[in-house]
């Protein structure tokens, strides 16, 4: 796919991160690693960080949910993102004994190919533009209820005649008890080691928490995400907004932010319902994309995610369908598997 050279800022610019906004928006470098890594994430919302299964595409986003049912297990993502874009991801977890689980993976995010030119319109030939990180996780196992985990992410960004080498790290902690998990992460604690020009850029340092819950008697398991806690008030106005003018006084209209706004647009929401051991759909909303994303006169499905999982002999394979604009949504595709199963039904000859 060709493109003008002059649209590759605005493409960097949606898809360095989900939403856009003034408090945070520009704050950062490198932000597809806070893309969803999997079509179980992408459906529940963009963010789970508050379920410890043996889904292990979910320790890419909380590397303390890493854990011993994971050992040897292996997936991989795709995702048919927005403007020609698409991003992937692979990771493997092996589990050292009872109590130490690691991971190692990948992920990149390809903008695709672009028409260059220089000052004067003259053709200089195609060029790609892509952003990749390697990352290595590690769990350990506190005590009963507790985890606590960490991850290195190294990060490359080639911009054409621009690129970046960065560092960071993830921080996080797990509680869980029966059907209740909680969880906190601290992600993108980082450096710009090789800056794209002379002056170093902020990495996109975040604070998340989130609960899930799965009553004993339903079949549905609940989460709730909370997104930037580092920053309290992520709201805005938008210059760009139609401007309403009051009749009786003939002075435009200041719509107001009120407090509950300032509140919500941290949540993500999510449910699976567990239809059964093989087979579950997934819906989700997140908040804040719906608010910075949407336009005001037709929001359409903006901020609302669906998905489903089902598991076929060895393979289990997921999809899901986020909504990001009236101009497109994000179709996300993952299979996993256990490596352990192909060893036990594998036997030789005799």
Not at 45 to 54: A, E, R, T, Y
Not at 72 to 82: K, P, V
Not at 83 to 99: E, M
Not at 229 to 237: A, V
Request: one cysteine or more.
């Amino acid at each position: 796919m060709t493109r003008n050279p002059r649209n590759l800022f605005v493409v960097i610019c949606l898809l360095s991160f989900t939403e856009i906004h003034a408090q945070i928006g520009g704050t950062g470098i490198m932000k597809f690693v806070d893309l969803p890594p999997s079509s179980r994430t992408a459906s529940l919302g963009g963010n789970l960080i508050s379920v410890k299964d043996d889904d292990v595409t979910l320790a890419i986003q909380n590397p303390s949910l890493l854990n011993e049912s994971m050992d040897n297990h292996f997936a991989i993502s795709y995702i048919d993102y927005l403007a020609g874009s698409n991003i992937g991801s692979i990771v493997y977890a092996h589990s050292f004994d009872s109590i130490n689980t690691g991971m190692i993976g990948m992920q990149y995010i390809n903008y695709g190919t672009f028409i260059g030119a220089d000052p004067n319109g003259d053709l200089t030939g195609n060029f790609t533009a892509g952003e990749y990180n390697l990352f290595a996780g590690y769990s350990r196992q506190w005590r009963k209820y507790f985890s606590y985990g960490g991850q290195l992410k190294l990060l490359y960004s080639d911009l054409y005649i621009a690129n970046s080498i960065a560092a960071e790290i993830d921080l996080s902690g797990t509680y869980k008890k029966k059907g209740f998990t909680a969880a906190v992460v601290f992600k993108n604690i980082g450096y710009q080691i090789k800056p794209y020009e002379d002056v170093r850029e902020p990495m996109p340092f975040e604070i998340q928490a989130g609960v899930s819950e799965k009553p004993e008697h339903m079949p549905v398991r609940f989460s709730m995400i909370l997104t930037h806690l580092e920053t309290p008030d992520m709201t805005y106005i938008n210059t760009n907004a139609p401007v309403t003018t009051d009749l009786a006084t003939g002075q435009p209209i200041v719509k107001k932010i009120t407090f509950g706004d300032k509140v919500f647009r941290h949540f993500v929401f999510g449910a699976e319902i567990l239809i059964s051991k093989n087979f579950n759909i997934r819906v989700g909303y997140n908040v804040e994309r719906r608010q910075e994303l949407s336009i005001a006169t037709d929001m359409g499905l903006v901020g609302y995610s669906i998905g489903a999982g089902i598991r076929v002999n060895r393979f289990h394979i997921s999809y899901g369908l986020a909504g990001y604009s009236l101009a497109g949504a994000s179709n996300t595709f993952t299979i996993t598997t256990n490596f352990s199963d192909f060893k036990k039904s594998w036997k030789p000859e005799q």
